[in-house]
């Protein structure tokens, strides 16, 4: 039977083609079923507090760059969005006095302009200027990794892929977005040979670092939660991290604090990736075949599918 047309945006794949049984299932589930459906390779984690979600989340900055050394350096790849963590990361290096000089990071992605050059570090929504004001610009320089250990996805994208193999990411942190994208590796969109189905998850991982466009439905989301609503504001183009180098990562770390995606997409990719249903119009479900994730709730955010009327 011929797939779905999107609800959202004709003329691309994302999860409201997917067959309304899987639709249905994920609608049922409840917090606590979220909870019970780890396997091998997948892991699921609720925090009852905010507190101690964010702390989470930062202490896998320390405890990624606390294992490299000269001779074996290694690091983190971190997103921007949840961002709550970052000023934690610096308060705990500067509090600690942890030497991270021989420590590494990557940059999830960046924003860019439609005449294929990064948006400047002046850009209000600019993730490199974003990472730098919130983490690496409060920790103390003699405890700073120097600048060519911060890595983003900016001018030399097949140097920033190359890096995954000159360097040990042991974790790569990001949330999810509605179109349900971990950095910004959204559904691909209706076209050529994959106008009647989306491209076979095989195809998919095959993408490395590169620009991408982005979903309508990014563009929306981006704008609610870091521009007031201001989609003008908003790129249509990003360069982003991609599957080659997510499955060069050791672990890939989820944070779902509940104001990025829903409770319906918080509760779908964690059903399609426990029961290892892999879509590429759901990019995240993709992960299902990485195998070390984790998915970190906090438990307040996971709300309810429920349906009421505001």
């Known amino acids: 039977m011929a797939r779905a047309i999107s609800k959202v945006a004709h003329d691309w794949w994302d999860y409201t083609t997917l067959d309304e049984e899987i639709l249905n299932d994920a609608a049922r589930l409840s917090a606590d079923d979220l909870a019970q459906m780890a396997r091998p390779g997948f892991r699921v984690v609720m925090f009852d507090t905010l507190e101690e979600f964010y702390l989470a989340e930062a202490l896998e900055y320390i ?15 971190g997103p921007i969005g949840p961002t709550e963590q970052l000023p934690l990361v610096a308060r705990l290096v500067n509090e600690l006095d942890l030497d991270v000089r021989h420590a590494h990071f990557w940059g999830m992605d960046e924003w860019f302009n439609d005449d294929g050059t ?3 570090p002046e850009h209000p929504l600019s993730f490199v200027k974003a990472d730098k004001e919130l983490c690496f610009d409060r920790i103390d320089p003699k405890l700073r990794m120097p600048d060519e250990h911060l890595r983003f996805p900016t001018d030399d994208l097949p140097g ?10 042991l974790v790569m942190q990001g949330g999810q977005g509605e179109v349900k994208h971990w950095a910004f590796n959204d559904p691909p969109r209706r076209v050529g040979q994959y106008q009647d189905s989306p491209p076979p998850p095989g195809e998919y991982r095959k993408l490395a670092s590169r ?30 991290v991609g599957p080659v180098e997510t499955w060069k990562s050791e672990k890939v770390s989820i944070w779902h604090p509940g104001h990025h995606d829903n409770p319906f997409g918080m509760r779908l990719t964690t059903l399609m990736i426990a029961k290892r249903i892999s879509d590429s119009s759901v990019p995240m479900s993709l992960l299902a075949d990485h195998p070390n994730v984790q998915f ?8 309810s599918t429920v349906t009421e009327m505001h």
């Open 296 to 303: 970190s709730f906090y438990r307040g955010g996971v709300g």
């Open 118 to 120: 990064p948006v400047s």
């Open 211 to 240: 620009i991408a466009d982005l979903h309508p439905m990014t563009l929306i989301q981006n704008a609610r939660t870091s521009g007031g609503g201001q989609v003008q504001l908003v790129p249509r183009q990003a360069a982003t």
């Open 63 to 77: 405890h990624a760059w606390s294992q490299s050394t000269p001779d074996n350096p290694a690091g983190i790849c």
């Open 160 to 169: 920033f892929t190359r890096s995954f193999d000159e360097v040990r990411c």
